[in-house]
């Protein structure tokens, strides 16, 4: 469980980075916020993050 938590923090620390960064963020048909290349990479279409609008 701890692993689990700590993996959690770790993900979410970067996308909040790459959220501050200006990165393309999306949000997948299952409600997951992704960076666009990794959901790219794992065959997920998404909605993209409009700019400046934080999660």
Do not use: H
């Not at 790459?18 to 666009?36: D, I, N, W, Y």
């Amino acid at each position: 469980m701890e692993n689990n938590d700590a993996i959690a923090a770790a993900r979410r620390r970067a996308l909040a980075e790459a959220l501050r960064s200006g990165e393309p963020v999306v949000v997948t048909a299952t409600g997951e916020v992704e960076k666009r290349e990794d959901a790219e990479m794992q065959g997920l279409a998404g909605i993209q993050v409009p700019d400046g609008k934080l999660a």
